[in-house]
Nanobody, 118 residues
Framework: QVQLVESGGGLVQAGGSLRLSCAGS????????MGWYRQAPGKQRELVAT???????NYADSVKGRFTISRDKAKNTVHLEMNSLKPEDTAVYYC????????????WGQGTQVTVSS
């Protein structure tokens, strides 16, 4: 069964750090763009960061300089290192994997809660 499993969410004070991890169960993820999205209460899901098969990252402006995305293709995993966290980073974070620009065939993880207290 092809799926994405996230881990690493939790509660942290403002200015702190968390590391999210996402493991893909299928080898197909080696050929997929992988990334993280988040959804805060009452808001739409938004892009946080993505990383291509070749390792090129892309970040939302709101997290540039604070978050770092990386992937381990051999292990089908993607990580999100989050530093200098702010209360506005509070959201459910979802792992995502898609074949290039084909968003219709994307896979999603179940989500992990990140809460940043002020």
């Amino acid at each position: 069964q092809v799926q994405l499993v996230e881990s690493g969410g939790g509660l942290v004070q403002a200015g702190g750090s968390l590391r999210l991890s996402c493991a893909g169960s299928g080898s197909i993820f080696r050929l997929y763009v992988m990334g993280w999205y988040r959804q805060a209460p009452g808001k739409q899901r938004e892009l946080v960061a993505t990383v291509t098969v070749g390792g090129s990252p892309n970040y939302a402006d709101s997290v540039k300089g604070r978050f770092t995305i990386s992937r381990d293709k051999a292990k089908n995993t993607v990580h999100l290192e989050m530093n200098s966290l702010k209360p506005e980073d509070t959201a459910v974070y979802y792992c995502n994997a898609r074949p290039g620009l084909d968003y219709s065939n994307a896979y999603w993880g179940q989500g992990t809660q990140v809460t940043v207290s002020s």
